[in-house]
């Protein structure tokens, strides 16, 4: 199911909160946020064998990459509100 289709409501709050560009970035976000959650909470259980107090080498990468692009959406973001 698409996600205009599935989180319509959402996607039509942050849209009348911030615009339409803005808007469809902040939901992204959120959603993104949500991954990162997500994940963090899974690494805890699949922990690295080489030091057990951070989470697996593959958990990692994803984490890195998901906190990557929130840091991408938040500067466009800020470009979009002219700032």
């Known amino acids: 199911m698409s996600i205009y289709v599935e989180r319509r409501e959402e996607i039509e709050r942050y849209e009348f909160q911030y615009g ?9 976000l959120d959603l993104l946020t ?12 699949c922990t690295s064998a080489r030091n057990p107090a951070k989470p697996a080498m593959d958990l ?6 998901i906190a990557d692009a929130k840091e991408l959406v938040r500067d466009a973001m ?3 509100a002219g700032k």
């Open 20 to 28: 339409p560009i803005r808007g469809k970035l902040a939901m992204t």
């Open 34 to 45: 949500d991954a990162l959650t997500m994940t963090g909470q899974h690494g805890v259980y």
């Open 60 to 65: 990692q990468l994803v984490l890195k990459e």
């Open 78 to 80: 800020q470009l979009a």
